[in-house]
């Protein structure tokens, strides 16, 4: 069993001992803290806080002990229920809470769930402000209202349609081209609450004709949740045999999107970024300011399509948090991870696949052309995802020190684990913020080349594991 407290929340798999992974004494533990830390933050201000859960089987049961715990602290609770990662972000700042708990392990299996937590502007908390929740868990100072200053909770299901409603509002999402090119689109959502948002959303943008492939919100996924191409042979399966434009894939929380041409072929998940800042970087008005962020393991494409459209990009560290925070930095006007998130700060700074699906649509309507011969314009990386598990024991640090040394004369970025820059591919491994892996991400303009690189790199690691 496993339990992880890292800047993507407090995640673990349910069952088993208070500690070790997440149970309902560890879901209580770190709701107190937060609602503390946010006590601590807004000794003034009104204790409010929203919530939402994606549909996996233990999101109930842990909704229900976040919404009580938090009662028991004072707070009033708007709970969204089944709802989005992006959509309880926008909730926040437009209920005027003080911050919010989503209730999903977003990519992982069903086996997981976590709490993620969001600050007033509906944004995920920062670094410190995460060590400081932790301490008060830690030392386990909660302190708990006296009967009559008990909270409430406020059941609101009306923002997903909101989110949509804003969605259509944006300048660059094009409503009519959409409508007009009678899109027949097959969605994946692996039975959860994409199956409710996505064909929402389609709908509203007059998309002619859509089949739905696991879009029950039973919380029993078809597949590995993780929109990888390995994952997703129904669909692509579905695109092969059926005279569809498109798929969609949405990871359960919403806030990963892939997509699936019409031949069956993956677009490519680090392509959904490329593909969404291409079309920003050519409609944005002020060419004085064409700036970009990805993380450290996205492909290279958006930075080449950046500098194309005349631009600059940058890199930050791996987690919404840093790039979300590079992006404020430097004013980026698109940015996100090469997983598929997308982040348009002209709507909010979260990763929101919805506002990905609508201005992708809206670029692929205006290209007028298949969905794959969009993919050709764009250059031509592979990326090899690869991963370490790890044990309790081992030296993470010491490791990755020691294959910085080992590679040394090459450049090498140590922001976030090391990446180690070759002439003309680079290798990526850093311990994740989400599961007990090492993750090995290597990009190479030839599919073997990044494949082989990142088998070396784990050689590598296995050879020091072992001495």
């Known amino acids: ?121 509906g944004e995920f908390i920062s670094g410190a402000d995460g060590e400081a929740l932790l301490a008060i868990a830690e030392n386990d100072s909660a302190e708990y209202a006296d009967v009559k200053s008990l909270g409430k909770v406020e059941t609101n299901d ?23 090119a009678n899109f027949k689109i097959c969605v994946d959502a692996v039975n959860s609450s994409g199956g409710i948002a996505v064909p929402m959303l389609l709908e509203a943008l007059g998309v002619s004709e859509i089949k739905k492939i696991n879009c029950e919100p039973t919380g029993v996924f078809a597949h590995n949740p993780e929109p990888l191409p390995e994952n997703l042979r129904e669909i692509s399966g579905e695109l092969r045999k059926g005279n569809y434009d498109l798929g969609i894939v949405v990871d359960p ?50 930075k080449d399509v950046t500098v194309k459209a005349g631009g600059t990009y940058h890199s930050a560290a791996v987690g919404e948090v840093n790039v979300v925070t590079k992006m404020k930095e430097v ?9 598929g998130g997308i982040i348009y700060p002209e709507f909010h700074y979260g990763r929101d696949a919805l506002v990905g699906i609508a201005l992708f649509l809206t670029h692929l309507a205006k290209f007028s052309k298949p969905i794959g011969f969009l993919r050709n314009t764009y250059p031509n990386y592979h990326i090899a995802k690869k991963k370490v598990e790890l044990t309790a024991d081992l030296d993470v640090d010491g490791i990755l020190d020691e294959i910085k040394d080992k590679y040394e004369r090459y450049p090498i970025n140590t922001e976030d684990g090391v990446k180690i820059n070759f002439e003309k591919e680079w290798v990526h491994l850093r311990k994740s913020n989400t599961e007990p892996i090492i993750r090995i991400y290597a990009e190479s303009e030839f599919e073997t080349t990044a494949s082989n690189l990142a088998d070396k790199i784990i050689r590598d690691i296995k050879e020091l594991i072992a001495q």
């Open 1 to 121: 069993m496993t339990l992880i407290k890292s800047i993507s929340g407090i995640r673990g798999t349910i069952g088993g001992k208070s500690g070790d992974s997440l149970t309902p004494l560890d879901v209580v533990k770190f709701t107190a803290a937060y609602g503390s830390w946010l006590k601590n933050k807004n000794s003034e201000k009104p204790l409010r806080v929203v919530i939402g859960r994606d549909a996996r089987l233990s999101g109930k049961m842990v909704s229900d002990l976040v919404s009580a715990t938090l009662v028991g602290m004072g707070f009033n609770v708007i709970d969204l229920g089944l709802s989005t990662t992006p959509t309880v972000e926008i909730a926040v700042p437009l209920e005027n809470a003080l911050g919010g708990i989503i209730l999903t392990a977003s990519h992982n299996p069903i086996q997981w769930n976590a709490l993620k937590l969001l600050n007033e502007k």
């Open 158 to 180: 009306t923002y997903l349609q909101k989110h949509i409603e804003m969605i259509l509002e944006l300048p660059l999402v094009d409503k009519e081209a959409i409508a007009k």
């Open 253 to 302: 929380d919403v806030d990963r999107l892939a997509f699936i041409n019409e031949d069956g072929e993956p677009f490519g998940e680090e392509y959904t970024l490329v593909a969404v800042a291409d079309y920003i970087l050519k409609n944005t008005e002020n060419k004085e300011n064409l700036t970009t962020v990805s993380n450290l393991s996205s492909t290279l494409a958006l």
């Open 331 to 339: 004013g980026a006007i698109i940015g996100g991870e090469g997983n």
